[in-house]
């Protein structure tokens, strides 16, 4: 199923693999960049409804 590159195979193929990688990087950045700020999110909410520490 791969055409033939000829010379430009490993071009082609770092190519992909780069891609790939930064797509990976982007996912994994917002998934822990979403985490971050639903934390944060929790704590300014609970702070707001006198639930979080130092407002007991």
């Given at each position: 199923?791969?055409?033939?590159?000829g010379?430009?195979?490993d071009?082609?193929?770092?190519?992909?693999?780069?891609?790939?990688?930064?797509l990976v990087?982007?996912?994994?950045a917002t998934?822990w960049?979403g985490?971050?700020?639903?934390?944060e999110?929790?704590?300014?909410?609970?702070r707001?409804?006198?639930?979080?520490?130092?407002?007991a």
């Open positions: 199923m791969i055409p033939d590159l010379k430009y195979t071009t082609v193929l770092w190519s992909y693999a780069a891609s790939i990688a930064l990087g982007v996912v994994v998934l960049r985490r971050k700020v639903r934390a999110l929790r704590r300014i909410e609970a707001m409804t006198g639930k979080g520490p130092g407002n």
